[in-house]
């Protein structure tokens, strides 16, 4: 029975460098990130005013007043940068739908906008792959990696891939929706009773969407009709769309819990592509001094 044991001794020494491999993939994932969010740090400014003013709200469209007014207290103080998690599921298929969960942290700032989510997709038990997606100093990144260490893309530059990412700082503004009003940069257009074209621009990135709001005034959705969709490792010009609901107050300000992200594909392709459905499970806000 020499076999069996040396056998045993093989899966043992597998399952430790595994294991080993793993902790190294954190460990360089951890560093990573942490690079990352410092120079999200090192480029960020405070927000002025440091109070929402409703008097900022005269002459806007109907439906962002009602926004505004429904999520905002006058005198609210500006939200400088966040903190949020989530979890949910992430679709890592490109033609078949294949919804794998994840959890993610996400660090945000607001002015100037930048973001980096760290994300942790379960593709197999104990086989996670590490994900940096961010807007940084006008840099767009998107870095999936197996354990951390094994890159499967590494999309990164200043032109449609960071106008990509910053169309996501901004659709993702309902969770802390100081960063929309007008004197944070944003600025708004009339398109009719329930929805408004917003534009934002930062350095020579300019990225305009159209939002949605529901009956409560809410907003609902937000639209881009060109976003960069990796495919086979290309971007391709895609329109999309960010969903919100279950709207709650937090830190004295109502915003989304739960959203969902789809590519909007024509029907010959298979019409909406859902591929992130994710909850708050942690929102802490740093309010402007």
């Known amino acids: 029975?020499?076999?069996?044991?040396?056998?045993?001794?093989?899966?043992?020494?597998?399952?430790?460098?595994?294991?080993?491999?793993?902790?190294?993939?954190?460990?360089?994932?951890?560093?990573?990130?942490?690079?990352?969010?410092?120079?999200?740090?090192?480029?960020?400014?405070?927000?002025?005013?440091?109070?929402?003013?409703?008097?900022?709200?005269?002459?806007?469209?109907a439906p962002?007043?009602?926004?505004?007014?429904?999520?905002?207290?006058?005198?609210?103080?500006?939200?400088?940068?966040?903190?949020?998690?989530?979890a949910g599921t992430f679709n890592m298929g490109e033609a078949a739908d294949q919804?794998?969960?994840?959890?993610?942290?996400?660090?945000?700032?607001?002015?100037?906008?930048?973001?980096?989510?760290?994300?942790?997709?379960?593709?197999?038990?104990?086989?996670?792959?590490?994900?940096?997606?961010?807007?940084?100093?006008?840099?767009?990144?998107?870095?999936?990696?197996i354990l951390g260490l094994f890159t499967l893309v590494d999309l990164r530059g200043s032109g449609a891939v960071a106008q990509g990412e910053?169309?996501?700082?901004?659709?993702?503004a309902a969770w802390y929706p100081t960063a929309l009003l007008p004197s944070q940069g944003v600025r708004w257009e009339a398109v009719d009773e329930q929805s408004a074209r917003a534009t934002l621009v930062d350095g020579p990135l300019s990225v305009t969407m159209i939002f949605r709001f529901d009956s409560k005034g809410l907003m609902a959705s937000g639209r881009a009709e060109a976003r960069g969709r990796t495919v086979g490792g290309k971007v391709i010009l895609t329109p999309w769309e960010g969903r919100w609901s279950n709207y709650q107050m937090h830190s004295g300000m109502k915003v989304p819990m739960t959203g969902e992200v789809a590519w909007l594909l024509p029907r010959s392709q298979g019409g909406d592509k859902p591929y992130w459905r994710g909850t708050i499970t942690a929102l802490r806000y740093e309010i402007a001094p």
């Open 1 to 61: 029975m020499a076999w069996l044991k040396w056998l045993v001794a093989a899966a043992a020494l597998l399952a430790l460098l595994f294991v080993a491999v793993s902790v190294v993939g954190a460990m360089r994932w951890r560093g990573l990130t942490e690079q990352l969010n410092a120079r999200l740090e090192a480029a960020r400014r405070p927000p002025t005013p440091a109070r929402f003013d409703a008097r900022e709200l005269v002459g806007l469209p």
């Open 64 to 86: 962002v007043q009602r926004y505004f007014r429904a999520v905002l207290n006058d005198g609210a103080p500006i939200v400088a940068a966040a903190r949020v998690e989530h």
């Open 99 to 145: 919804w794998k969960p994840f959890t993610s942290h996400q660090r945000v700032v607001t002015r100037s906008p930048g973001f980096v989510w760290d994300g942790k997709v379960a593709m197999l038990p104990g086989l996670p792959v590490r994900v940096h997606d961010a807007y940084v100093s006008g840099e767009g990144i998107l870095r999936p990696a």
């Open 166 to 172: 910053l169309m996501r700082f901004f659709a993702e």
